[in-house]
């Protein structure tokens, strides 16, 4: 009877070490804004990035700024337009867009605060850019379906016209705390610097240690990435974090394994566990360059969705985890925070955004940074 029972235990200790539920512990976490949500609209590349350099500010000077998301989107649509259209109607034309492309908006139009510039028209108290994607879109395929006739120059006002309607006239100046400004001068005010800012990635059919142009649909302004060994692309994830540096991320959330839901994002070892690893802690599979780069060629990495790293995590059995701010809203994940692997990082990431001085020196080295 005691033999039976003894084995009873050990079989429930043994079932119970297999069956661990998540339980996190802060290992770095740095301080940005709180979680918002980009509502019914496909700019997540630009509540990502504003909330990267929200977080800058707090780093660079201390202070608490809630920056402009449409503002950011107001701008850059003229330049999505400007593509389509020379391109003639041979490139997309969506709500999508990177990282980089909030760089560029601060860089050629400034910054400027919520406050001043929501993207809220009438009595709109969220975001749905259904209908102005829509509007948009169906003009500029009526621009360029026309051959043989000219394009008259007034198709670029029409665009700001539509955009003037769905998110408001643009800002060119205003007052924020008792102080005026342009929208160059904010960004001047708040010590970014935008050359500081560069992309690094992880591909094997480019050479490392240089720049290239990643082809994916949303990168419509041709942005150039640095191109690094995957092993070496993680540490400086992780040096830019453990340095008190956050990170834009774009990445695929269209796997089953990542969960707006449950709030983590990881890839099992095993297929049979997609579902369990989604509550318990399961093996997680070695991610080889060589299998990162053949999921992403063969289309099942894509670019879907951008976010924010802001810190890190570990598990009760001391594995890492990046803590990823989403910007569904809080009652997402955890509090509108993913608890991402880092074997869902190898393979899933596409690429980061980070200022200079987060990487490596021997990687700022290498890059001639």
């Known amino acids: 009877m005691k033999k039976n029972i003894l084995s009873i235990a050990l079989l429930a200790i043994s079932f119970g070490s297999f069956a661990q539920t998540y339980e996190f512990q802060t290992v770095k976490d740095i301080e940005a804004n709180p979680v918002i949500s ?11 990035t504003t909330s990267f350099l929200e977080a800058e500010i707090i780093r660079l000077t201390g202070k608490k ?9 107001r701008n850059t649509y003229p330049k999505k337009a400007w593509n389509y259209v020379m391109r003639q109607g041979k490139a997309q034309f969506g709500e999508g867009a990177l990282a980089h492309d909030v760089i560029n908006s601060a860089e050629d139009f400034g910054l400027v605060p919520n406050s001043v510039y929501s993207g809220l028209t009438g009595n709109n108290n969220a975001h749905n850019h259904a209908e102005l994607t829509a509007v948009l879109e169906s003009m500029l395929k009526t621009y360029v379906a026309n051959p043989g006739k000219k394009l008259s120059p007034q198709w670029k006002e029409a665009v700001n016209a539509v955009l003037d309607v769905y998110l408001g006239k643009n800002v060119t100046d205003f007052t924020y705390e008792g102080k005026k400004y342009t929208p160059k001068s904010f960004l001047e005010m708040t010590k970014l610097k935008t050359a500081d800012y560069v992309t690094i990635s992880s591909f094997t059919n480019e050479p ?6 990643l082809d994916i649909p949303d990168n419509f302004s041709n942005g150039t990435f640095y191109n690094l060994p995957l092993d070496e692309y993680v540490q400086n994830i992780d040096n830019a974090l453990d340095n008190g540096y956050t990170i834009a991320l774009d990445c695929d959330v269209s796997e089953g394994t990542f969960s707006g839901k449950n709030g983590v994002a990881v890839i099992p070892e095993n297929d049979a566990d997609a579902k369990l690893i989604l509550t318990e802690i399961k093996p997680e599979k070695v991610i080889s360059p060589e299998y990162r780069q053949a999921e992403f060629e063969n289309l099942t990495t894509t670019d879907d969705h951008l976010m924010h790293i802001v810190g890190k995590v570990k598990d009760q059995t001391g594995k890492t985890y990046y803590k990823v701010k989403n910007s569904w809203g809080t009652k997402s994940g955890k509090e509108g925070f993913v608890y991402m692997s880092v074997s869902y990082m190898k393979l899933k990431s596409i690429s980061v955004l980070l200022h200079k001085d987060g990487l490596t020196k021997n990687t700022k080295s290498k890059l001639g940074l």
């Open 208 to 213: 490392f240690y240089k720049t290239f142009l």
């Open 38 to 48: 980009q509502d019914n609209t496909g700019t997540c590349w630009s509540f990502s």
């Open 65 to 73: 700024i809630d920056l402009s998301e449409m503002y950011n989107v």
